[in-house]
Each structure stands twice: as structure tokens, then as C-alpha cells.
């Protein structure tokens, strides 16, 4: 083998060993999970195999910011617990300066790709846990038995194994309300509709001229929800 042969075999092996300690991503564990500072402590889920043959696993790491959507004032959070999977990316340079004070900052130290600089992406799962997707048309967003399902067409449906809340001080519909239940008025017990009509389906007046009570109404309120 000649000069130039061994000279690119170093070379090779001095590349493979460095790229060895180059971290870019991995798939992770939730450890523990603080949502007031969005910190989390994760554990890698792939160990690390060396040349030799020896297995080691990666240490816990600690104080990982969590990603969320959030942007021009807007933001969306949900759930994070112990056992979730995430994606860990290593940031090219520490990011310490930055994550503390945000903005423009200098790099305080020269460390590249270290643990000590992931971020962790919710969602990364493996194909073995499945999809909570119902096809490939529309969005949905679920969570404990709830549903918001915006179809292709553009419909929206809204699905709860409780209640669903509007706390507004107003709430305005352009088109028709359809309701197949009740609709109360909270600041009476009795204010229900179907009270109301039964009430009004039900009552009469005193006649002026005789002092007998006039008969129902002929006009009767409709059932409520008789049509679709």
C-alpha cells in the first residue's frame, strides 16, 4: 500500500471518528416537562454504538427547549408528559446567550452540535403507534374524547363528551340555528324553550265582555327541531 494509500485511509478514519461526535437528530423521551418555562428533560432513544462494538447510552439531558406554533402574537400549546416522544435537533452552536435574552447575541462558547443544545419537537412517534387520522382530507384536532374536524368542503363539526363553553360577551350567527335539544336560559330555571311553548301553547285570557277565560291560542308554537 503506498504513502498516498495510508495517508487517505488516516484521513478517512480521523473523518469517520470525528462525524461520530457530530450530533444532528435523534428521537427522544420525555423525562419530565415544566409548561410555565416550556423546559423539558429528555432521554435520547437510540445509544450510541462505538467502532469497538461497545453499546453506551446518552445521559438524560436537561433544561431542552419545547417547540410550539407560535408566531405574531398567536400561539398553540397542548400536553406534554412524561413518556411522549419528540425529535431532538442540535443546534450548530450553543445557544445559551440566546435562549436566555433572545435577539442578536455572540456565541459564549466554541462547542458545536453539543447535547447541552438540543431543542425538542413534540410529534415524532413511531409507525408502530398509528395515526389518530381519519383520512387524508381533513384536519382534526382531538384530545381527551373531543373533537374540531374542519372538512375538505370547508365544514366545520364539533364534538365534546361534555359541554362545549363560549365565553363571550357577544355571539353572533348569520345563518339558521338548528338545535335538536333544549335551549335554556341560565338566569331561569324555567326559561327552557320548550317550557316557554308549552306555556304559551297552554294559556288564555279573561274575555272582556263576559269574564270567561278566552280558548288557547290557534296559533301553536312548533315543536322545536322538527326539521333537520
Not at 2 to 31: E, G, W
Not at 58 to 63: A, L, M, S, T, Y
Not at 139 to 158: C, F, H, K, P, R
Request: charged letters at 25%.
Amino acid at each position: 500500500m503506498s504513502d498516498k494509500d495510508n495517508l487517505s485511509d488516516l484521513l478517512r478514519q480521523a473523518m469517520t471518528s470525528r462525524l461520530a461526535d457530530v450530533r444532528v437528530a435523534m428521537p427522544a423521551a420525555i423525562v419530565e416537562y415544566d409548561f410555565k418555562t416550556q423546559k423539558a428533560s429528555v432521554k435520547p432513544l437510540i445509544n450510541r454504538r462505538y467502532a469497538d462494538g461497545r453499546i453506551s447510552e446518552f445521559p438524560v439531558i436537561n433544561n431542552v427547549p419545547v417547540v410550539f406554533p407560535r408566531s405574531g402574537g398567536a400561539s398553540l400549546t397542548f400536553p406534554v408528559v412524561s413518556g411522549d416522544t419528540v425529535l431532538l435537533l442540535f443546534c450548530d452552536r450553543s445557544i445559551d446567550a440566546w435562549t436566555n435574552s433572545g435577539g442578536t447575541v455572540n456565541q459564549d462558547d466554541n462547542r458545536m452540535h453539543s447535547l447541552n443544545d438540543a431543542v425538542a419537537i413534540p410529534g415524532l412517534i413511531p409507525f408502530a403507534l398509528g395515526t389518530k387520522a381519519k383520512n387524508n382530507e381533513d384536519v382534526l384536532l382531538t384530545y381527551a374524547g373531543a373533537e374540531i374536524e374542519i372538512t375538505s368542503d370547508g365544514q366545520i363539526n364539533m364534538k365534546s363528551p361534555v359541554k362545549v363553553t363560549v365565553d363571550s360577551p357577544e355571539v353572533r350567527m348569520t345563518g339558521n340555528l338548528r338545535v335538536k335539544g333544549d335551549i335554556y336560559d341560565l338566569d331561569d330555571e324555567y326559561g327552557t324553550f320548550n317550557h316557554i311553548r308549552q306555556i304559551y301553547n297552554i294559556h288564555t285570557h279573561p274575555e272582556n265582555d263576559e269574564g270567561g277565560p278566552t280558548d288557547v291560542p290557534i296559533q301553536q308554537l312548533g315543536v322545536l327541531g322538527d326539521t333537520e
